[in-house]
């Protein structure tokens, strides 16, 4: 049931009205011609300032609970990447594969995907991208292949948690899913997929890569215990990530939402960080770590939010969910794997993130529907995990599908490795292609 929106300025239509902002919003941000947070507040403003929401309608439409997890896991990622853990990983991955060219394209795709799955993808990448142009500089070979693959690695891994892509933290968000129940439902298809692509990936560049036995030496020979710069921050930081991951795991029962304990971890380690300093030092200190927080993200997802509340109001998604479901005839099964497909699709076109705070509204609406016609709740859930898979894996297909993809390109091109739209599209949309067959076949088998 939609709230009555209040008029609108000149009496213009509040539906017509609130979908040309929101039209008008994606256009802008999928140029690229101005920054999307300054472009999702602007549309916001509109949204308020023309009468489609009051303002405390549009502050309802905020979703505090992804704003805060992710503030909270920015601030965590921040103060923690200071210690050189994560550095330390990447050598220990080169050196694990004993210098071999493919092997550590291998141990630093697991060791980027594991991370994805904790960490913002974003961070991820640009944290170990710069330790992998390294060791590709010490090995004498091409780094396009080992940073391709991380690339794929970060967007797939991911997709295994609840707070390893801001599409699943919204869905999680959005509805009374559990940390529990996205490692259940989407780690084993995120292991499968993450798998499967290292097979083409063999062929297209494993079996190319070769390096000689001297410059695998130089690799041998790095020190990874000198990436810890403060081994008391580190001890710090993994005590305070467990307590945080532990509280994802166990604190449903208890009603305590995922923000509450990334904001409280986040909250915590400020505090072991800045014990021992004086006030002064330590507003220093806050003020410098509440810097890392990726506030163009957060203010993006505000503005994102009002924008998508406003055409919820108008009972646009609602009439859109209703169509797609009489073109699927309420087929369930059907539903979910255009749900599947269609995210993929267009998420490999254009930022899965506010794709998503669109979407979510329209399968909200479409859940009762299946709910009345006796499906249960659990296979219900299905289209959050459709919606999840598509939107996630979708990033994976071209150059501009997710952030982290821009990033290391960004990062590679400064150092004089060329990534192209085309070249990279030729490889990745047909990876992703496959790893969506794989969703395909494990909801089918699963779900449906």
Request: glycine content about 8%.
């Amino acid at each position: 049931m939609h709230e009555t929106p209040i008029n609108t300025i000149l009496g213009f239509s509040p539906l017509w009205l609130a979908t040309s902002i929101l039209i008008l919003t994606y256009a802008v941000i999928i140029s690229e011609r101005f920054n999307r947070a300054i472009v999702a507040l602007l549309g916001a403003a509109v949204v308020i300032g023309t009468g489609v929401l009051t303002q405390d309608q549009a502050i309802q439409g905020i979703d505090f609970n992804t704003i805060g997890l992710l503030t909270g896991m920015m601030i965590l990622v921040g103060i923690t990447k200071e210690c050189g853990i994560f550095q330390f990983l990447a050598i220990k991955a080169a050196k694990a594969a004993k210098g071999s060219p493919w092997g550590i394209l291998v141990m630093l795709s697991i060791v980027t995907a594991v991370l994805s799955a904790f960490l913002d993808n974003v961070t991820t990448v640009l944290l170990v991208a710069p330790v992998t142009l390294l060791i590709a500089d010490e090995l004498k070979i091409n780094p396009y292949p080992l940073l391709f693959a991380e690339i794929n690695a970060s967007n797939t891994g991911g997709t295994a948690t609840l707070i390893g892509d801001p599409p699943n933290i919204m869905i999680g968000s959005a509805t009374s899913l559990t940390f529990n129940d996205f490692v259940i439902h989407l780690t084993p298809v995120a292991i499968v997929a993450f798998s499967a692509t290292l097979i083409p990936l063999w062929f297209i560049y494993g079996k190319t890569m070769s390096a000689t036995p001297e410059a695998r030496a130089r690799i041998m020979a790095f020190n990874e215990y000198e990436a810890i710069r403060d081994v008391g921050l580190m001890k710090r930081c993994l005590m305070v990530f467990s307590l945080v991951i532990i509280g994802f795991v166990f604190a449903h029962p208890f009603h305590i939402e995922p923000a509450t304990i990334a904001l409280g971890g986040a909250a915590l380690l400020l505090l072991l960080v800045t014990f021992s300093l004086d006030n002064e030092q330590a507003g220093h200190k806050v003020h410098a770590l509440f810097g890392q927080v990726e506030w163009i993200t957060i203010f993006f997802f505000c503005g994102l939010f009002i924008i998508v509340t406003g055409v919820e109001h108008t009972g646009l998604l609602q009439s859109v969910a209703d169509w797609t479901l009489s073109l699927t005839e309420g087929n369930f099964t059907v539903t979910a794997l255009a749900i599947l497909w269609v995210s993929a699709i267009l998420s490999a076109i254009v930022d899965n993130i506010p794709f998503v705070a669109t979407m979510i509204p329209m399968v909200k609406g479409m859940l009762p529907v299946f709910l009345q016609s006796g499906i249960p709740l659990e296979q219900a859930e299905t289209l959050w995990w459709a919606l999840a898979l598509g939107a996630c894996l979708g990033g994976n297909g071209t150059l501009v599908g997710a952030s982290a993809n821009l990033i290391v390109a960004g990062i590679a091109e400064r150092n004089g490795v060329q990534f192209r739209f085309l070249p990279f599209l030729k490889v990745a949309f047909p990876l992703m292609i496959l790893q969506v067959l794989i969703s395909t076949l494990y909801i089918w088998m699963r779900y449906l």
